[in-house]
């Protein structure tokens, strides 16, 4: 079954520096994998989908993700952080067990500092 | 209208009582989707409905019975729970069960079982 692996469970940042939030893929065919962001006390919103479209996706709020197969990679990234984007980030796949379905990865808190 | 809408907000429960968590989506979609999320832990799946039919149930106990009266509502009733059932219960829907669907999630019920 494939899957996605977080690397960190928290990262923290300055403001206005580089987020970078690691995913990685287990897969032995092209994946759609998603980047979804869940804020306090409150469900998930996609960030961005990757669908083999073009390598590198980008998303809402100034985030982009790339997909690099030599790595089984599809980390996000944003050029600049903002205490807004303080949240849990969720790498997901989507995989085709009996029916397709979303599996999430373990998460990633991101901090932010002012 | 691009919203998930999930009733109650909040909702505190014995374990012998009986209640049902509501979701109710106006965008068309004909997949909806029941997901457990723990603190600090990912959404976890626990049913899917595809065109108002149960298409995958991930070994969910029977003390929780899912139901799909319309192609916009989707129930979860609930008989029974333990205290370790208590959770943030989330609905989500997508416009098909394809494997390039994004989930529109809504707030949750954050359920305590006493």
């Known amino acids: 079954a494939q899957s996605v692996t977080q690397l960190g469970s928290h990262v923290s940042v300055s403001e206005g520096a580089l987020v970078l939030l690691r995913c990685n893929y287990s897969?032995?065919?092209?994946?759609?994998l998603f980047w979804y962001v869940q804020y306090p006390n409150q469900g998930l919103q996609l960030l961005l989908k990757?669908?083999?479209?073009?390598?590198l996706v980008k998303g809402i709020n100034g985030f982009e993700a790339e997909f690099k197969k030599s790595e089984t990679s599809f980390h996000l990234t944003k050029p600049s952080a903002h205490m807004s984007d303080a949240a849990e980030y969720f790498c997901a796949v989507r995989t085709n067990t009996g029916g397709f379905k979303t599996i999430f990865g373990a998460g990633t808190r991101l901090f932010v500092k002012a | 209208d691009t919203e998930v809408t999930q009733t109650p907000k909040h909702l505190v429960m014995g374990m012998t009582n009986k209640k049902s968590l509501k979701c109710e989506q106006h965008?068309?979609?004909?997949?909806m989707y029941w997901y457990k999320q723990k603190a600090k832990k990912p959404p976890e799946l626990m049913f899917v409905y595809s065109y108002e039919k149960l298409s995958i149930n991930e070994s969910v106990p029977s003390r929780f019975s899912p139901e799909c009266p319309n192609s916009s509502l989707l129930n979860l009733h609930l008989h029974a729970l333990q205290p370790e059932d208590s959770a943030l219960y989330l609905c989500?829907?997508?416009?098909?069960?394809?494997?390039?669907?994004?989930?529109?999630f809504g707030s949750g019920t954050q359920l305590s079982v006493l």
């Open positions: 989500a829907s997508s416009q098909a069960t394809g494997p390039a669907e994004k989930l529109f």
């Open positions: 965008m068309g979609h004909r997949a």
């Open positions: 897969s032995s065919v092209p994946p759609y």
């Open positions: 990757y669908t083999s479209a073009a390598t």
